[in-house]
């Protein structure tokens, strides 16, 4: 599983073969597909038959009678273009939107598998420091015993010890708790066996990409353009019904009421076609023009909203950044450095055990934080990639 953080490609595979909500995304592409299909095709001719003068008494019934039959076909005047282009128009935006919905679910699934990582590498810390912390007081409990410490310091070391295991348990309840999450998103196992920390530090590369070509290229902002375009062709389509439609039919009559000498077999064309009086598309128009306005304003409303997040998104990297520098290269070392001396100091009497215990609290929140922090740089990274709509860049 490890090499789903650290291979984009492998993440994607994943998601394309077992994610339900993408699975349902390809579902509404089929449908998609078959809605232009279905737009392509003609109208079905119209077989009619009937029979006639069928006498109910006296000769025998069918003697007299009159045999009618034809075929009618509708010829759709000025319709079938822009259904046609509505209907591809539609499928290009729902291909797009399963665009956006593998990002979504490559974006989650990202997030989840370095929550994971980031709560065991917590738990690990502070299990570490627990156990560092237990041998300690083990040691101190002789000193104790034998009169060399209070019972004032042991006590506070005890409690300090309480409150460590406290934190292990509340830190490995939230990673089981992870675990599930990332199980139900992955839908299989999530077991990071083998995953360091450095991996949440190189996990993710932000692709260099001006903001506005990102955006102008981002799958749910082209449906969105797509899907207005749509409507404005449906819009079109409802304007053409005030062409009428025609109607040909060609039909064939036997009369058998007619004498022997006379001609008992015909054949017949006939025209028709519907006048639009009162409907002639103008309220359909009119509403698939407005929802095309509608669609263009969230595309404009979603294109600002991502501009302003990836201005904070990118002020956070760079802040995010420069504390991790700072972590690693000053405050880190110097607790450690620190934590060493004061324990050197505690053992010869040189300090006291409130000493002792805050120089290691202060190198173990800092390594938390250092943690914290870099957990916090992965999450935006994941969230400048969602919203430039790209994948990683290897």
Not at 153 to 172: F, H, K, N, T, V
Not at 233 to 256: F, H, K, M
Not at 354 to 378: G, I, P, Q, S
Request: with cysteine; proline share 3%; hydrophobic share 40%.
């Amino acid at each position: 599983m490890a090499e789903l953080l650290r291979n984009p490609d492998a993440l994607r595979a994943r998601i394309e073969r077992k994610s339900h909500v993408f699975g349902a995304a390809q579902a509404r592409v089929a449908q998609a597909n078959a809605e232009t299909r279905s737009a392509k095709l003609y109208l079905n001719p119209v077989v009619d038959a009937s029979l006639s003068s069928v006498a109910i008494n006296g000769s025998p019934a069918l003697a007299d009678s009159i045999w009618n039959a034809g075929v009618s076909e509708t010829w759709e005047l000025g319709k079938r273009g822009p259904r046609r282009a509505a209907a591809e128009l539609h499928a290009g935006a729902t291909r797009k939107e399963r665009e956006q919905t593998l990002l979504d679910q490559l974006s989650l699934a990202r997030r989840s598998l370095a929550e994971v990582l980031f709560l065991n590498l917590r738990s690990a810390t502070l299990d570490e420091a627990y156990q560092s912390a237990e041998r300690g007081a083990e040691l101190e409990r002789v000193r104790y015993e034998q009169k060399a410490l209070s019972g004032v310091d042991y006590d506070r070391l005890l409690l300090d010890l309480a409150i460590q295991r406290a934190e292990l348990a509340r830190s490995r309840a939230e990673a089981r708790a992870a675990l599930a999450s990332c199980t139900a998103v992955l839908l299989g196992e999530c077991d990071l066996e083998g995953a360091e920390e450095r991996d949440l530090e190189v996990s993710l590369q932000v692709p260099q990409l001006d903001t506005e070509t990102a955006l102008s290229r981002r799958p749910d902002l082209q449906a969105l353009a797509l899907e207005s375009d749509s409507a404005r062709r449906s819009a079109e389509l409802a304007s053409r019904r005030a062409i009428p439609d025609v109607t040909l039919r060609i039909g064939y009559q036997r009369d058998n009421s007619l004498p022997p000498s006379s001609a008992r077999d015909s054949v017949s064309l006939g025209v028709s076609m519907p006048l639009a009086l009162a409907d002639h598309g103008q309220h359909d128009a009119a509403r698939a023009l407005a929802r095309a306005d509608e669609l263009t304003e969230l595309r404009a409303a979603a294109t600002l909203d991502s501009r302003a997040a990836l201005r904070g998104l990118s002020e956070r990297q760079l802040t995010i950044s420069q504390t991790l520098i700072h972590l690693e290269q000053e405050s880190l070392p110097l607790a450690k450095s620190v934590l060493e001396s004061s324990q050197r100091a505690f053992d010869n009497g040189g300090v006291s055990l409130t000493d002792l215990l805050l120089a290691r609290r202060n190198y173990v929140a800092l390594r938390l934080t250092l943690l914290e922090r870099r957990f916090e740089l992965f999450t935006v990274q994941n969230d400048l990639i969602h919203e430039l709509g790209v994948q990683p860049a290897h």
